[in-house]
């Protein structure tokens, strides 16, 4: 067995092991933060649970960076305390390669990943919150979803919000005529969905407006109207971005932009999907220095507490640049990216310090050994 097959498959197992653990944990308080909903409605432990297992796989996506992390360093600790590490460079083998064999796993986890973002993950999450809703009835919370736009033969919807049963809430419906002129403004407080598509609007507000400019308004209980949106398109829409597949996000990025809505909150979970592999690739390296102990002077606790402490590290400066981002309106790829640049730089400096105190160490043992067989010559 060559090394890196050696290293890299020690390393891909203790990932399985640390995904594992580390999404069971955060699972755990996501389940004790359901059961506050137990007894609302015919909302029950077995809901609770299974609304736990449903938004699991959304969980590992965030969580596989910093179990990444979790498994080098393991990997790269238990080889060096029993000097297997050692052995390996006395042979010949030089650190980046070692560094090297890990890395390799970045690739892998970065298609599982975005398979689970695309096929997996939405779905669970939409069974998972359409369960709950039906669990919990009409006394169940409003969801905070926001809401989204979307255009189509010269009419633009936008919708404010959906409610805990995924019914559209403050909706805007625009007509514009081909020549871009105004034409009708109409707004719903809400409006309930047929089992055919078709939505009736509540509490309606009709504003029509002539060539000349002038305003009409006109008030409705109800109104019909026939949406260019499938059912489908819209059991999407009432997710949250972070829950949408990154297809999705692409295209809701594309027809706002065109529309000129806001997408800056699609933008940052879509960025945040895309930042994955650098921010996995950054955690081998960061490892690196950290798991190339002496012999037999790692304990087992130790990489798991370096681990975490770089883990929420990263996650604390991941939130602080985020909020900056939103705050003073960065681009979207600048705060997503910086963190994993951040990480790399230190990586890089702590990995160039080791092999120059590595180099200064063979250099003292040459002059040592050529010393002491210049003093043994009679």
């Known amino acids: 067995m060559t090394l890196e097959r050696y290293l890299g498959g020690l390393t891909a197992r203790l990932f399985v092991l640390m995904a594992a653990g580390i999404t069971g944990l955060v699972s755990l308080f996501g389940f004790v933060a ?10 029950h432990v077995t809901d609770a649970l299974l609304n736990t297992l449903l938004t699991a796989p959304g969980r590992f996506v965030t969580l596989s960076p910093v179990a990444l992390l979790l498994a080098c360093l393991l990997a790269l600790g238990g080889l060096s305390r029993w ?80 409610d805990y ?13 081909p020549e871009g002129r105004l034409t009708t403004a109409l707004h719903a407080k809400r409006a309930t969905i047929a089992p055919d598509g078709t939505w009736t609007l509540v509490q309606v507000r009709e504003t029509t407006i002539t060539p000349t400019g002038a305003l009409a308004t006109t008030y409705h209980d109800t109104q019909g109207w026939t949406p260019f949106l499938s059912t489908r398109q819209m059991r999407l829409l009432s997710l949250p971005p972070a829950a949408l597949s990154p297809l999705s996000l692409i295209r809701f990025i594309r027809a706002g932009q065109q529309q000129g809505a806001e997408v800056s909150r699609y933008e940052q979970s879509l960025w945040a999907l895309l930042s994955l592999p650098p921010s996995a690739l950054a955690m ?21 507490f370096i681990g975490a402490l770089i883990g929420l590290g990263f996650e604390l400066t991941q939130q602080l640049i985020t909020q900056t981002g939103e705050r003073l309106a960065l681009p979207a790829p600048l705060t997503a990216l910086l963190p994993s640049a951040l990480l790399l730089l230190l990586a890089l400096r702590l990995l160039s310090r080791q092999q120059a105190q590595l180099t200064r160490h063979r250099a003292r043992s040459v002059k040592h050994l050529a010393g002491w067989s210049d003093t043994s010559q009679p």
């Open 165 to 177: 049963d995924n019914t559209p809430q403050q909706i805007d419906i625009y007509a514009f005529t």
């Open 284 to 304: 081998v390296l960061i490892a690196a220095p950290f798991g190339f102990g002496r012999p037999r002077q790692t304990n087992a606790g130790r990489p798991l």
């Open 34 to 43: 359901q059961l506050s909903l137990v007894g609302k409605g015919g909302y």
């Open 83 to 162: 000097s297997e590490l050692q052995a390996f460079q006395a042979l010949g083998h030089p650190p980046a390669r070692l560094i090297g064999a890990q890395a390799r796993l970045v690739l892998p986890l970065t298609l599982l990943v975005l398979a689970l973002a695309q096929f997996v993950v939405p779905a669970a999450q939409f069974i998972a919150q359409t369960h709950q809703a039906q669990a919990l009835g009409p006394g169940a919370p409003e969801l905070a979803n926001g809401g989204f736009w979307a255009e189509h033969g010269g009419q633009y919807l936008n919708v404010g919000r959906f």
